[in-house]
C-alpha cells in the first residue's frame, strides 16, 4: 500500500478525444466482424462444455478441477492424453467470440505442457513460434528490472498453484499477437518509487493491437505506471477473476481514436488504486459487470475516480460492487454508459449515466451469468486472484476429474435468523475428526464471547459475511492476570478472545479485539491476546486483528510440531510484543498498525519471535507498518527465549515494506538477557522514513539471502487458498 497521497494524472471529465498524446493512431481498416449469439465454438467444441469455462463462477471457489502432469523439466513435460481443466480452458466474455479468423482463446492447448522455473525458460517458451501450454512453477524475477516477455501468439501461461509469480515485470503482446491464455499468476512489484510514474511503464500486462486474450485469475500489484493496458485497438479480450491492487493505475484501455475494441471485464477486485479502474477509451463494446471496486478507508490511497467511459466509448455496467469510491461512475458527454443493478456504499462524486449512442446487449454476442451485486464483495474476497489447484499435479491414483468436497455451512446470528446464536455454539456443532470443510458465516453483528476451535475440528473457516471485515466483531476483555473461574488466572495464552489449535483453519472478513482496559486494571498483568493459533496451515484472510500488549499469538501445538500461519490482507493493531510466538508466520500485504500504550505514550515492540532452532520464524512482507505514534519509538522486534529457553534461534525478517518514521534507527533490541544479535534479525529493501541503510544495528539481506527469504520458503509445500 503507499505511503503518501498522491495526486492523480488524469482527472475526471478530460475527453479520450481530446488528449493530445496519443500513441500510435492506428489506419488501419475497418475489421470484419463475425458476430454469434451464444458462446463461440473452440475447436469444435462449445465452451458450456469446457470445463473452465464453466468454473463456477458464481462460486466462492471458483474450482478449477485437478491438473495433469508437470515435471522437473521443461523440455520434456508433455499433455497428457486426457488433458487437464487447466491445459484445455477456454475463455469467455468477447475473448469467446469468433472473428478475426480466430475461433475463440483456448491458448497453447494444442501443444505441449512445460513447466519452467527460470527466466531463460520462460521467455524461451513465451518467444516461440509453436503452441505452449507454460506452467510457471517458483518465483521468476525479471532482469532487468521492468522487463516484459514479448509473448507470441497460441499460449497459455499459467501459474502452478500459487507458486507462480512474476517479480519486477511482466509481459508485452504486440500488434497481431493472438490467441492467448495469462492465468493464475502473480504479476509483482516493479515499483520504483514513484507513485504517478511518467518515467517507468512497467506494466504487469501491455497489449498493443493483441487480440484474443484472456487475463483470469491473477493477482497483479505494485508495479510501475500500471497494472493492465489495454492498447491501440486490442480488441476480443476478457479480464476476469484478477486482484487488482497497490498501484496508482489500475486498468487503463484505449489510446486511440478508432471505436473498434470488443471488451468484457467481469468478476475483477480493484482495490486500493486511484485511477482507470478501469477507464475505457473508445471501446466500441465495453461489458463491465460484478466487479468491486474498492477504497479501503484510513490508507494513504484515495480513488480519483472508478469506472470512466472515455470518448466514444458504449459500455454496459452490471451488477458490480463500488465501496468508499470518489466518483465510482463517470462518462465523457460524447460516451454511453447504461447501468443497472449495481450497489454503492460510502460513495461520493459523481455517478453517471446516459449518452446517446445505440443501445446494446451483451447477450447477442455470448451468453453469460450474473451474481447478484451484494454478493460480490464475499465473493470475489474468496475467489479472484491465484488458485491453489491450477497448474499443479493431482496425488497419485487421483482422477483428472476430482474436486474438493463441498463445504458445509453454519449461519450464526445475534438476532436468531440464523442456526446458531453465538459462534462458539457452532464450534461446538462441528463434528469431531470432520473430514472436510466446515464455513462458519456469522452475520454482522459484535459477539462478545470466547471462542476455541479445539484441535479435533480441523478444516473450519469462520467467516464474516458483511461488506467490510468490520462488520463483524469477535471481541472479549481477558487478560493474563484476569482472574479465572474456579481459581488462578488466565495467563497469557488463555487470555486469547479466540484460540485456534485445529489445523486447516481459516478466518476471513472480520475483526477479532481484545478489549481489556488496561489503564483501568494496572492492578493486574495486561498481557490480552486477540487471537492464539497453535496449529498448521491457518489461513487469516481479510482480517483485523486487534489489542495492545501481546496482539497475536502465533503459536504451535508443541515445542517439536511445526505451525504455520498465513496471514495476507489484514490489519494487526498493538503496541508491545504484538505479533510473537514460535510459529512459522507470514504477514503479507498487510498493515500494521502502532499503538500509543494505555498512558498515551508512544514505546513499544512489533514483534516477538520465539522460534524454535532449524525452523522459520517471523516473516513480513509487501507490508505498512505506521500509526499515530511518535517518531523513532517503536522496534521492529526483540527475541523471546520463552521461560530462558537458551536452545531457541528466534528470527523476524521484515522486507520490501513501507515503514513509517515511528520505527527506530536501530530497529532491533535485546530482551531478557538474550542479545538481538545472536538470533536472526534482518531487513531486505523496506523503505519509506523508517527505512534505513545497512549497519551492524540494522543487518540487510543480500540478494542471495533474500532470494531464500520469501512465502514460499516459509509455507513449504502448503499453498493458502481460500475456503
Known amino acids: 500500500m503507499s505511503e503518501h497521497r498522491r495526486t492523480a494524472s488524469e482527472p475526471a471529465g478530460t475527453t479520450g478525444s481530446a488528449r493530445s498524446n496519443r500513441a500510435n493512431r492506428s489506419a488501419r481498416s475497418a475489421k470484419s466482424r463475425h458476430r454469434r449469439g451464444g458462446k ?57 467470440v469468433n472473428a478475426l479468423g480466430q475461433n475463440g482463446t483456448y491458448g497453447g492447448r494444442d501443444g505441449r505442457t512445460v513447466t519452467v522455473k527460470t527466466l531463460a525458460d520462460l521467455e524461451k517458451y513465451a518467444t516461440a513460434t509453436e503452441p505452449y501450454v507454460i506452467v510457471v512453477a517458483a518465483t521468476i524475477t525479471m532482469d532487468p528490472v521492468g522487463k516484459e516477455i514479448k509473448v507470441r501468439s497460441d499460449k497459455t501461461i499459467v501459474g502452478s498453484g500459487t507458486a507462480g509469480q512474476i517479480v519486477g515485470g511482466g509481459f508485452f503482446l504486440g500488434q497481431g499477437v493472438h490467441n492467448v491464455i495469462l492465468r493464475n499468476l502473480t504479476i509483482r512489484d516493479a515499483y520504483q518509487g514513484v507513485w504517478n510514474d511518467k518515467e517507468h511503464d512497467y506494466d504487469g500486462i501491455q497489449m498493443d493491437g493483441a487480440h484474443h486474450v484472456w487475463i483470469d485469475h491473477n493477482d497483479i500489484r505494485h508495479m510501475a505506471d500500471g497494472l493492465i493496458d489495454s492498447r491501440k485497438d486490442t480488441t476480443y479480450l476478457t479480464v476476469s477473476w484478477n486482484k487488482l491492487s497497490q498501484e496508482n493505475k489500475a486498468f487503463g484501455i484505449g489510446w486511440t481514436d478508432n471505436v473498434t475494441a470488443d471488451i468484457t471485464i467481469h468478476h475483477n477486485w480493484i482495490r486500493e488504486t486511484e485511477q482507470r479502474n478501469p477507464s475505457t477509451d473508445n471501446v466500441a463494446h465495453a461489458h463491465l459487470y460484478n466487479n468491486f471496486l474498492e477504497d479501503v478507508p484510513g490508507t494513504a490511497v484515495k480513488s480519483s475516480y472508478g469506472d470512466y467511459a472515455r470518448g466514444r466509448t458504449n459500455m454496459v455496467l452490471e451488477n458490480s460492487c463500488f465501496q468508499g469510491m470518489t466518483n465510482p461512475v463517470i462518462r465523457d458527454a460524447t460516451a454511453t454508459l447504461v447501468q443497472r443493478g449495481n450497489v454503492f456504499s460510502g460513495t461520493s462524486g459523481r455517478n453517471e449515466s446516459g449518452g446517446t449512442g445505440a443501445a446494446w446487449d451483451p447477450k447477442t454476442y455470448y451468453a453469460y451469468t450474473l451474481d447478484k451485486a451484494a454478493d460480490v464483495p464475499a465473493l470475489l474476497r474468496s475467489g479472484a486472484g491465484p488458485r491453489s489447484s491450477v497448474g499443479t499435479a493431482p496425488a497419485a491414483g487421483t482422477a483428472a476429474t476430482t474436486k474438493a468436497a463441498a463445504a458445509t455451512t453454519l449461519t450464526v446470528a445475534k438476532d436468531g435468523s440464523g442456526q446458531y446464536s453465538t459462534v462458539q455454539a457452532a464450534v461446538n456443532a462441528v463434528p469431531a475428526n470432520n473430514p472436510s470443510r466446515v464455513v462458519i458465516a456469522v452475520k454482522p453483528g459484535t459477539y462478545r464471547e470466547l471462542v476455541k476451535v479445539p484441535s479435533n475440528k480441523p478444516h473450519v473457516t469462520i467467516r464474516g459475511t458483511g461488506g467490510s471485515r468490520k462488520d463483524t466483531t469477535i471481541v472479549y476483555n481477558n487478560a493474563s492476570g484476569t482472574p479465572k473461574p474456579g481459581g488462578g488466572t ?8 479466540v484460540a485456534v489449535e485445529a489445523d486447516d483453519f481459516q478466518a476471513r472478513n472480520l475483526t477479532i479485539s481484545n478489549d481489556f482496559d488496561e489503564g483501568a486494571h494496572q492492578d493486574i498483568a495486561g498481557q490480552a491476546v486477540a487471537l492464539r493459533t497453535a496449529a498448521d496451515k491457518v489461513f487469516l484472510d481479510g482480517v483485523i486483528v486487534s489489542g495492545d500488549q501481546d496482539t497475536l499469538l502465533v503459536d504451535t501445538a508443541s515445542k517439536d510440531r511445526l505451525g ?19 510459529a512459522t508466520a507470514v504477514i503479507d500485504r498487510s498493515v500494521i498498525t502502532l499503538k500509543k500504550r494505555w498512558n498515551g505514550t508512544s514505546a513499544g515492540f512489533v514483534t516477538a519471535p520465539s522460534t524454535a532452532a532449524g525452523r522459520k520464524g517471523i516473516l513480513i512482507t509487501d507490508s505498512t507498518v505506521n500509526g499515530d505514534v511518535s517518531d523513532r519509538s517503536f522496534y521492529l522486534g526483540r527475541p523471546w527465549h520463552a521461560g530462558g529457553d537458551a536452545s531457541l534461534d528466534p528470527q523476524a525478517t521484515v522486507r520490501n515494506t513501507t515503514l513509517s518514521a515511528a520505527i527506530r534507527t536501530a530497529p532491533w533490541t535485546d530482551m531478557s538477557g538474550f542479545s538481538w544479535k545472536d538470533d536472526r534479525f534482518a531487513e531486505y529493501r523496506n523503505k519509506g522514513a523508517g527505512a534505513g541503510a545497512a549497519s551492524t544495528d540494522r543487518p540487510q539481506l543480500t540478494d542471495a539471502q533474500a532470494a531464500g527469504q520469501e512465502v514460499g520458503d516459509w509455507l513449504g509445500d502448503w499453498t493458502p487458498s481460500a475456503s
Open 490 to 497: 488466565w495467563g497469557t495464552g488463555g487470555s486469547a478472545t
Open 564 to 582: 504455520r500461519v498465513y496471514m495476507a490482507d489484514s490489519y494487526v493493531v498493538g503496541n508491545v510484543d504484538f505479533i510473537f510466538g514460535r
Open 40 to 96: 463461440a465454438l473452440s475447436a469444435g467444441v462449445p465452451l458450456t462444455l469446457i470445463a473452465v469455462g464453466t468454473l463456477g463462477y458464481g462460486t466462492g471457489l471458483g474450482l478449477f478441477g485437478a491438473a495433469g502432469q508437470a515435471t522437473a523439466s521443461a523440455a520434456t513435460a508433455t499433455v497428457p492424453a486426457a488433458a487437464p481443466a487447466w491445459a484445455t480452458a477456454s475463455a469467455d466474455g468477447f475473448a469467446s
